[in-house]
């Protein structure tokens, strides 16, 4: 949960910047930069979220692991790798994204594992 609610405090620091830097005049790189953005604010909020139902399921093992720590790296590194690939000019660097989105989309899948297993109390959801 701290790594969301830390990427939402960049998130909106980000976004003041965005607003200062299209007041003195719009970068080259303007859409990554947004995009970034984006990616910054909805990565935080599921974030919290994750963190919340490892929390609540009591998720442990294997499972907390993924659901934790790739998503912390999926978190991060996705939304890194737009701005790096807009601010050196690479766009191959970009299908680092497909690496990081797969750490994302496991962290859900160990999430949706934990939900079907059952709620608290041992009751299938």
Do not use: C, K
């Not at 947004?34 to 910054?40: K, N």
């Amino acid at each position: 949960m701290a790594s969301g609610f830390v990427g939402l405090t960049v998130q909106m620091l980000w976004g003041i910047g965005n607003v200062a830097g299209h007041v003195v005049g719009v970068p080259p790189y303007w859409g990554q930069l947004v995009g970034a953005h984006a990616h910054f604010g909805v990565l935080g909020i599921l974030a919290v979220v994750t963190g919340l139902a490892v929390d609540h399921y009591g998720t442990s093992g294997t499972r907390r692991s993924v659901a934790v720590w790739w998503f912390v790296i999926g978190q991060w590194l996705l939304p890194a790798t737009l701005v790096v690939q807009a601010a050196l000019g690479l766009p191959r660097l970009g299908m680092l994204a497909f690496v990081w989105g797969v750490l994302l989309t496991a962290a859900m899948a160990a999430m949706a594992l934990e939900a079907w297993d059952g709620a608290p109390g041992g009751a299938p959801v």
